[in-house]
């Protein structure tokens, strides 16, 4: 079996103001590394739209119709103080939902041993009433419930390395069994939350890292808490929220994580994943705002997939 690619073109139609670091050539940047000939055996999908069950699995109607209400016909406008719309951005939105879904299908379906969904905009700062962060919709929490309602399985978890922490997605789950969430991330930084001891139900594992943190203290994270809580959950599906901010060379994080570093996370959930969920991952691109560090760890992320094929 292959890797799957997600993609779309609505993706950068998705406009923010100049200067704003989530911005269209983000996922031009890693449309253009991916379309090179040693990303050929890939297997290519354009997203398809959500529809709206999927949003009311993690979002209430409510915060749909705000969307909707607030979404521009032309020109762009603030949700807050970092997170924009433009004409297109709902549209692009919920395609992103759409795509982490049919994703799930595709890899639980036996179509794809893996998937990466390249999209944006991003999703995990995504509360179930709050657009914030840059995000709008909280995609992997939706393929989530999406994976445990459309094919009947129990235990899922979500592995976040994005350089910020994903409150969103640690709220949705935060009393939930049934959804392991587990992040690296710096801290103290944007949005304030993943102590260590946020625990959730002891369903949530946070390994916050001290800026300056390079790659052996975020490798030591995953050994001592992350890995170890993944295999005592034996998860039936894997979701990365693959943000790649917190590579050296992003504006956005003080971290010092390398291409490697992505590599190597990659394959541990990918051995993880092939003791207890038959190989099956679905990730989902967050954050990542220098573009040749963005399309480098994106590049070497899908090419350890592949080798799963």
């Not at 949003?55 to 979404?71: D, F, G, K, N, T």
């Not at 295999?231 to 010092?256: Q, V």
């Not at 994580?257 to 990918?270: G, H, I, P, R, Y």
Request: aromatic share 6%.
């Amino acid at each position: 079996m292959t890797t799957l690619l997600i993609h779309h073109p609505v993706f950068a139609e998705h406009l923010v103001p100049f200067g704003h670091p989530e911005r269209p050539e983000r996922i031009q940047a890693v449309e253009a590394v991916l379309a090179e000939d040693r990303f050929d055996p890939l297997k290519r999908e354009v997203a398809r739209m959500a529809d709206v069950e999927m949003i009311l699995l993690c979002h209430p109607l409510s915060h749909l119709e705000a969307m909707r209400h607030y979404s521009p016909s032309e020109s762009m406008i603030r949700i807050d103080a970092d997170t924009t719309m433009s004409s297109k951005t709902l549209e692009a939105a919920l395609i992103a939902v759409g795509g982490a879904c049919q994703a799930v299908d595709a890899v639980m379906d036996g179509d794809a041993k893996n998937a990466f969904c390249a999209m944006r905009p991003p999703g995990h700062h995504a509360e179930p009433d709050r657009a914030m962060g840059f995000c709008f919709f909280n995609q992997a929490a939706i393929a989530a419930r999406h994976a445990q309602r459309g094919h009947g399985i129990e235990r899922v978890a979500i592995v976040d390395w994005d350089v910020h922490h994903g409150n969103g997605t640690q709220a949705i789950f935060w009393d939930d069994p049934s959804v392991l969430y587990a992040s690296t991330h710096q801290m103290p930084l944007y949005p304030g939350t993943g102590a260590a001891s946020e625990t959730g139900v002891g369903n949530i594992f946070n390994a916050p890292l001290a800026p300056g943190a390079d790659g052996a203290d975020f490798r030591a994270a995953f050994e001592t808490s992350i890995l170890p809580a993944l295999d005592a959950f034996r998860p039936e599906l894997i979701l990365i929220s693959a943000g790649f901010d917190a590579h050296s060379r992003d504006p956005l994080g003080e971290l010092e994580l390398s291409d490697d570093d992505f590599v190597w996370a990659t394959e541990q959930l990918m051995a993880l994943a092939d003791r207890h969920s038959h190989g099956r991952i679905v990730s989902i691109l967050e954050g990542g705002y220098d573009l040749k560090a963005l399309a480098s760890s994106t590049a070497a992320h899908v090419e350890a997939l592949m080798r799963a094929g």
